[in-house]
């Protein structure tokens, strides 16, 4: 995919912040639709559905994280990358944002261009993205790849990216224990840092939906999925 034809959202209620990150990215070639409030970020999203929103967590009218919420519960958003951009640096903040939907989280002051390389490492998930459209069936639970569609006993499950991407890598080797490095690289990029805590939040989030025997914690080490 070629940069001119990738869309990022940027919402933030400064209007520094989307002068100066709207101006460097869209220096770039991007196309860059801005927002001032989590509202905005909700309509403009459904609008023009981007492969990146970049999302402030403190704004007036509606914060981040419930936009991030409701950007999730709609289905045909469900493969955007959403990650936040916030002074606001607490654990309890960015688990509040990964139990949202996010994929990343980044701490502002950033530099511009340490900003893009970012964005270019968040984007290059897009074309990691497998090409498989084989499906993964275990026990009553089907995975389709291709579509990211989850089907428990003939119920559809709707889970957000990250928590798909997470689930099929699992499902992948049932019985294996996969290392949190391993998963880290795999599904969210070793270019790309993230929280210590990401992959616990995720893991809970899908015991919470798939079956909390469905998964093994082996401690210290990592993750595997229990058929």
């Not at 070629?2 to 709207?22: R, S, T, W």
């Not at 490095?181 to 992959?199: A, F, P």
């Not at 401690?219 to 058929?227: A, P």
Request: proline residues 3%; charged residues 35%.
């Amino acid at each position: 995919m070629k940069k001119k034809d990738i869309k990022i959202l940027l919402v933030d209620d400064e209007p520094d912040i989307l002068e100066i990150v709207g101006y460097n990215l869209s220096s770039e070639g991007y196309q860059v639709i801005t927002g001032e409030n989590g509202a905005e970020a909700i309509e403009k999203a459904k609008k023009h559905k981007p492969h990146l929103i970049i999302l402030d967590v403190m704004m007036p009218e509606m914060d981040g994280i419930e936009a991030c919420e409701r950007i999730r519960q709609d289905s045909k958003l469900n493969n955007t990358i959403i990650t936040f951009l916030t002074a606001r640096g607490e654990d309890y903040s960015q688990v509040a944002g990964f139990e949202a939907g996010a994929d990343d989280y980044i701490t502002k002051p950033i530099k511009p261009k340490v900003l893009v390389s970012k964005v270019k490492a968040l984007l290059r998930r897009l074309k990691e993205t497998e090409n498989t459209n084989e499906s993964i069936k275990i026990g009553d639970l089907i995975i389709n790849r291709e579509e990211y569609k989850i089907t428990k006993k003939g119920e559809e499950i709707i889970l957000p990216r990250k928590e798909f991407e997470l689930l099929s890598l699992l499902a992948t080797k049932p019985g294996k224990v996969f290392k949190r490095e391993e998963i880290l690289d795999k599904v969210w990029g070793n270019e790309v840092v993230v929280g210590g805590r990401t992959i616990d939040v995720h893991i809970r989030k899908l015991r919470e939906k798939i079956g909390d025997k469905s998964f093994k914690t082996v401690k210290g080490v990592g993750y595997k999925f229990v058929d």
